[in-house]
């Protein structure tokens, strides 16, 4: 994969092979469906999200999309993610698996939910 700065989300989704491609897309639309008010862009040099403050990001590696939900996101769904490679911010969602959809819309909600709180108090 050849990798250049992206300025746009767009950019750099198209970036990569097809078959990943749809795999990001595929992300991208999850998100933007579940947090359709959250503000999208490039942020260390990938795709991320914020509504009420940083959201979610993601990014396409070698064999994953790399989902950062915060370290905050990943440890609230410890139990439903021991099937994916996860670190303290971070998941794994390898490309010869389908995306956990309704996970991931879980994750986001779940998200908003926390920033929401934040800018309650």
Do not use: C, W
Not at 18 to 37: C, G, H, N, S, V
Not at 57 to 76: C, D, L, N, S, W
Not at 88 to 106: A, M, S
């Amino acid at each position: 994969m050849k990798m250049k700065k992206a300025t746009s989300v767009e950019g750099y989704i198209a970036d990569f092979p097809k078959d990943i491609q749809l795999k990001l897309m595929e992300i991208r639309a999850l998100i933007k469906k579940t947090a359709p008010k959250a503000e999208e862009g490039i942020s260390y040099g990938m795709p991320g999200y914020k509504l009420n403050g940083p959201l979610v990001y993601f990014g396409g590696f070698k064999q994953h999309i790399g989902f950062f939900p915060t370290g905050e996101g990943v440890a609230e769904f410890a139990e439903e993610l021991k099937d994916y490679k996860t670190s303290k911010g971070t998941i794994q969602f390898p490309y010869d698996k389908p995306l956990p959809k309704t996970l991931i819309t879980r994750i986001v909600k779940h998200r908003i939910k926390v920033n929401e709180a934040k800018t309650k108090k």
